[in-house]
């Protein structure tokens, strides 16, 4: 079954390039979708809301046209504002993990309280959600 976005769950975001480096350092956080729209544009458009946990200036939701350019079992690729034709950024958007967190977001892996397990993906989906309920989204 291929992978497919569902409004309400969280799920890892890697941005390429993201907003630091001079060439391809990517940007990560947890993300969790508020919207997901098929454009019904014939070329795999889609339209999301999705909430970024990771900017400097706090958490923040943001809409997003992406084109998908492949997808998996666990992830898509896709490249962002494809109705801008001069981007060169995509994103990989995947099921979140334990394993992500604590590879991509090591100060979310700390601030999650008690211990996760590899495979607890409905804990680990309820424990974003605690951790960021009290934030503005």
Request: proline letters at 5%.
């Amino acid at each position: 079954m291929a992978f497919t976005l569902q409004t309400g769950r969280w799920y890892g975001w890697q941005m390429i390039p993201g907003y630091v480096g001079e060439r391809c350092v990517p940007f990560c956080c947890p993300c969790q979708m508020r919207e997901v729209m098929p454009l019904k544009s014939g070329n795999g458009q889609l339209r999301v809301e999705v909430w970024l946990t990771g900017y400097a200036e706090g958490v923040q939701v943001m809409e997003k046209v992406l084109q998908v350019l492949h997808r998996s079992a666990h992830y898509l690729v896709a490249r962002m504002d494809c109705d801008n034709q001069h981007t060169d950024r995509c994103v990989v958007i995947s099921e979140i993990e334990a394993g992500w967190i604590e590879q991509f977001c090591p100060h979310v892996w700390r601030a999650l309280a008690g211990p996760m397990r590899e495979n607890d993906s409905g804990s680990i989906q309820q424990r974003l959600t605690a951790l960021f309920s009290h934030r503005p989204g």
